[in-house]
């Protein structure tokens, strides 16, 4: 069974950057898309970004182009999610995930393999 295993996430205050990186329990992981997804108190489960398996193409949710990036390093098997100039509507759990298949776009629904999430809070 595929885990994804996010780690980075904390409080940082307003204006702030945070790096979260997200790494499988197995391999291979460097054949399949990789999402980025954060769920907020009594709130949906929302696309973030997603970067393709050679790192080539990356997609992103209109609150956070500009000021995230998701890049990936094969090498290392790990993707990162590079947050800059936080907000406090960034507060959330935020999740790496892979689909059971090579591609997934930017629907929840396209992903089978999740973590258990990192605690991201911005705050004064």
């Known amino acids: 069974q595929v885990q994804m295993v996010e780690s980075g996430g904390g409080l940082v205050q307003p204006g702030g950057s945070l790096r979260l990186s997200c790494a499988p329990s197995?391999?291979?992981?460097?054949?399949?898309?990789t999402g980025w997804f954060r769920q907020a108190p009594g709130k949906e489960r929302e696309f973030v970004a997603r970067?393709?398996?050679?790192?080539?193409?990356?997609a992103y949710a209109d609150s956070v182009k500009g000021r995230f990036t998701v890049s990936r390093d094969n090498t290392k098997n790990t993707v990162y999610l590079q947050m800059n100039s936080l907000k406090p509507e960034d507060t959330a759990i935020y999740y790496c995930?892979?689909?059971?298949?090579?591609?997934?776009?930017?629907?929840?629904?396209?992903?089978?393999?999740w973590g258990q999430g990192t605690q991201v809070t911005v705050s004064s």
């Open positions: 197995v391999r291979p992981f460097n054949s399949f898309t």
């Open positions: 970067i393709s398996w050679d790192g080539r193409t990356t």
């Open positions: 995930a892979r689909p059971r298949g090579l591609y997934a776009d930017i629907a929840a629904s396209e992903y089978t393999y």
